[in-house]
């Protein structure tokens, strides 16, 4: 059995590695573990960033990378990129994305002091480890600030909403043909995107916009009520007609219920005809054999 290695262990073996390096200058930290919020465990990535004179001597001899420990996998997204035939400034800064026998993950990105300073502590959940040369900005102590539910405007809520509704004929299209490819991409693609919107304004509004719903809605289980989120699990379903047609009337249930709650507080307009409409269409659909001629 492969011991994963300790968090001091490898913030020790990422310094080291900087300080014994002439060719790096500095070292910061983004993502979760900068985050003093977030719950430590074993699985979250260490997204480091190290600030160096030249990230072509890097880019050429990659053996280097290799003394972070055994890989499993390596992804490079820079040179997929220039493979695809994109225009990429590696000259500027390149990334590393390691995932290693032990379970550790690093993502390292290089980047040269230029591009640091353009970019440097935008990100909130910004926290330098390492400065040879006190090349790095003065900045805020990190917090997840950048990452708040932002406050619905009336224009984002309406498309929003409209963009909910309108795309639910097209999965209930899909479900009625017996096209399961379809139907689950256009549910998941676009529907729930919208779906998920919703849900982070709530989550937004309930806490005076303060806090991050988290990537992809991770934190929605942590800040909705258990009614909320049982039925926002509910709108997860298999790939029979039956259940695709239950989550799908899930996720309008949930939308509806966040949706009025959002445009009462934040004195939006909620399209209750829309909303109307379309679900009498949908149970339309829904009760209709497959070689219908007619809807109505």
Not at 17 to 27: F, Q
Not at 39 to 51: A, E, G, H, M, T
Not at 151 to 167: D, G, K, L, S
């Amino acid at each position: 059995m492969c011991v994963i290695r300790t968090e001091q262990e490898m913030h020790e073996l990422i310094l080291n590695v900087a300080k014994g390096d002439n060719r790096i200058r500095a070292v910061y930290m983004n993502g979760s573990r900068a985050n003093p919020k977030v719950k430590k465990d074993i699985l979250q990535d260490y997204d480091i960033v190290y600030v160096v004179t030249k990230t072509g001597l890097f880019i050429e001899d990659e053996a280097w990378i290799h003394v972070f420990g055994e890989l499993i996998m390596l992804q490079e997204p820079n040179r997929m990129d220039l493979a695809a035939g994109l225009e990429v400034d590696v000259s500027r800064s390149y990334s590393y994305l390691m995932l290693f026998t032990d379970g550790n993950r690093i993502d390292l990105h290089i980047e040269t002091k230029e591009a640091m300073l353009e970019q440097y502590g935008k990100d909130s959940l910004t926290i330098p480890l390492l400065d040879k040369d006190g090349i790095l900005p003065e900045i805020p102590f990190a917090s997840d600030q950048s990452y708040y539910v932002k406050e619905p405007t009336a224009i984002r809520y309406f498309h929003v909403c409209n963009e909910f509704w309108w795309c639910q004929q097209n999965v209930a299209k899909g479900i009625w043909r017996k096209e399961i490819p379809y139907a689950k991409n256009m549910a998941e693609t676009i529907v729930r995107p919208m779906l998920d919107e919703i849900v982070s304004w709530w989550i937004g509004m309930n806490h005076n916009f303060q806090v991050s719903s988290g990537k992809m809605g991770k934190y929605f289980r942590e800040y909705l009520p258990e009614e909320y989120w049982d039925m926002y699990r509910q709108t997860y379903g298999d790939c029979s007609d039956e259940n695709m047609w239950q989550s799908l009337f899930m996720m309008n249930d949930l939308f509806r219920l966040l949706g009025e709650e959002i445009a009462k507080q934040q004195n939006l307009s909620y399209p209750a005809e829309d909303d109307i409409k379309m679900t009498k269409y949908l149970k339309r659909l829904r009760s209709m054999p497959i070689n219908a001629e007619n809807i109505f």
